[in-house]
């Protein structure tokens, strides 16, 4: 997708999700629908979250096909992410250390944090594609909202 098409449905995107997350708390609903959006707007392959619980990263709502249910801190991209606590964007996932393969279709990838109010990471937005290198700093810098939006509603309240 070239860059413009690409801002212009995150954009879109961002209104939906204002849309989504405004005045509503229930946690599992919101990431549901956070998730659909996204994957409906923007075609990814796989579209999820996964909720720190203790050590482990645990599935949460999630479109697309079915994955792993726990991830350890530090493994995967997902728990690279959570113990950088920073996105960790992956052009080929066969490169990345580590990467945990859900499907075997998956190629790209990227992992936002979801940050709670004190900080503490309480969720990753993890995004999977099909193709090689389809995320960038596009994605990065919009996914990050969308992470902010989704904590507002959902995780800061609650800490
Ligand atoms: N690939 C991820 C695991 C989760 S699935 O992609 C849904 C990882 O390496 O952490």
Redesign the pocket.
Known sequence: MVNTEKTKRYEELLLQIQGLTDGETEQVSVLANVAAAIHEAMGFW?T?FYLVKGELLVLGPFQGPV??YR?KHGR????TAWARRETVVVPD?EQFPG????SSL?RS?I?VPVFGASSRVCAVL?I?SRELGTFDDTDARYLERIAQMVSAAVFTATE
């Open positions: 796989w999820g994955a792993c991830i995967g991209v997902c728990g996932v990467h945990i393969a859900c998956s990838e992992v993890d999977d």
